[in-house]
């Protein structure tokens, strides 16, 4: 099942031995890739459903205790999930918040799951999320790549140690990986399904219950999180300052930069749309965003 997903096979791992049930659901559980655009997991998840022709379930855990994060850190999450939730609902897909560990979340929904699917992490904490789940899912568990442009084990299968190394074995890649994501539609809505999460339309209320550290405040009027003013940032950098970035990328007195770090490198891919006048700074900004985001993954593997 899902052997002819329209998604790169190098992106999809399963994580365990079961079968695929039939039960209520499938489920994807959301925790990285918190998007409902360009994202590799969401259409495999639509396609998985549409095979097993049932509707799709998206769930997000929410821990207070999510290591170093800080009020600023869930005011942006926050504010990028309810842009998610209000797109997911608009293609009839549910989306459902809640509070606690998130592998304990995600398999209690999962009992009314015939497949769960789930994005990919780094991070030993995500590691060893990912593996509970696996472990204790009674259902099969496919986990599916979508916040890197080239696969990391696709990249490189060692430790590299200088980033001269590492850089012409991804840009080798790139051309494969930086082509768009199929956007499917889902043929049964969840909508409907009696499956509730935590309210969290109203941000600062739902920030005021949560046990965080508060010492850092946000600041939404400077990069407020959410896809749409990721798309808006990106558009700036590209009609105004991609022209200078292979110069000025470096010079902290200039403004010639992407100012993406907090956002997902994915929209790279629109690095292709600028005029042909733009060929060097759309390079080099590919080529920086292609290395810092495997380089990263690898160093935190």
């Known amino acids: 099942m899902c052997a002819s997903a329209p ?27 918190q998007r409902a655009d360009e994202n590799h997991t969401l259409e495999y ?32 999450l926050l504010e990028g999930l309810r842009e998610t939730a209000a797109a997911l609902a608009a293609r009839g897909i549910k989306f459902v918040l809640r509070r606690g560990h998130p592998p304990e979340i995600v398999v209690q929904l999962g009992k009314s799951a ?31 790549e979508s916040d890197v442009i080239v696969p990391l ?35 049964h809505s969840s909508l409907d399904l009696d499956l509730h999460g935590d309210d969290f339309a109203d941000i600062p209320a739902f920030l005021s219950s949560l046990n965080i550290d508060r010492r850092i405040a946000p600041v939404s009027r400077f990069f407020r999180g959410g896809t749409s003013e990721a798309k808006r940032r990106f558009r700036e950098f590209i009609e105004q300052r991609l022209p200078y970035y292979d110069h000025h990328s470096n010079q902290p007195q200039t403004d010639d930069i992407s100012q993406m770090s907090p956002t997902t490198s994915k929209h790279s891919k629109r690095c292709r749309e600028p005029a042909r006048q733009n060929r060097t700074g759309r390079a080099c900004l590919i080529e920086e965003l292609g290395l810092s985001s495997l380089e990263l993954m690898r160093e935190c593997k």
């Not at 015939?114 to 568990?141: F, K, M, N, T």
């Not at 299968?157 to 190394?165: F, I, L, S, V």
């Open 153 to 187: 084990e696709i990249a490189s299968n060692k430790a590299e140690y200088a980033a001269r190394t590492l850089r012409p074995k991804i840009m080798k890649q790139v051309k494969r990986y930086l082509s768009p994501i199929p956007r499917l539609t889902l043929e």
């Open 45 to 76: 998840a639509i396609h998985a459903a549409n095979d097993l022709k049932q509707p799709l379930v998206i769930v997000f855990g929410l821990t207070d205790a999510y290591p170093e994060a800080n009020l600023r850190h869930y005011t942006f």
């Open 114 to 144: 015939s497949l769960i699917v789930c994005d990919c992490g780094y991070l030993r904490h995500q590691h060893a999320w990912r593996d509970d789940v696996a472990q204790q899912a009674e259902c099969r568990v496919m986990q599916v």
């Open 7 to 33: 998604i790169h096979a190098e992106r999809i791992q399963q994580l365990n031995a079961h079968d695929i049930q039939t039960r209520q659901y499938v489920l994807y559980w959301m925790q990285q890739s």
